[in-house]
Nanobody
Framework: QVRLVESGGGLVQAGDSLRLSCAGPGLPPGTYAMGWFRQAPGKEREFVAG????????LYADSVKGRFTMSTGIAKNTVKLQMNGLKPEDTAVYYCAARLGSSASRIGYGYWGQGTQVTVSS
């Protein structure tokens, strides 16, 4: 059974930083890639960042580029999302996701975590 578990959300003020973590799906290395998505109230879920299986290639949404950094753990089955310079519009439930395949991508994710709330106050 594929299971993704996020942690690290919380309530912060604008300009602060947070780091989210996700324990990966436990599939064989090189067969999956991971990403982060978010969903704000009343909005559709949107792509935030996606990385290749080994972390050598990462894609970012324009809205977070330069502020957020996705990294892959040494064991290749954990990922983190370092979020700096947080803004109120970053408030959302953040989801860790995994997709079959080894390359970074904005689409094609079929496995999802339960989500962790990030709230940024102004």
């Amino acid at each position: 059974q594929v299971r993704l578990v996020e942690s690290g959300g919380g309530l912060v003020q604008a300009g602060d930083s947070l780091r989210l973590s996700c324990a990966g799906p436990g599939l064989p290395p090189g067969t999956y890639a991971m990403g982060w998505f978010r969903q704000a109230p009343g909005k559709e879920r949107e792509f935030v960042a996606g990385s290749s299986w080994n972390g050598e290639s990462t894609l970012y949404a324009d809205s977070v580029k330069g502020r957020f950094t996705m990294s892959t753990g040494i064991a290749k089955n954990t990922v983190k999302l370092q979020m700096n310079g947080l803004k109120p519009e970053d408030t959302a439930v953040y989801y860790c996701a995994a997709r079959l395949g080894s390359s970074a991508s904005r689409i094609g994710y079929g496995y999802w975590g339960q989500g962790t709330q990030v709230t940024v106050s102004s």
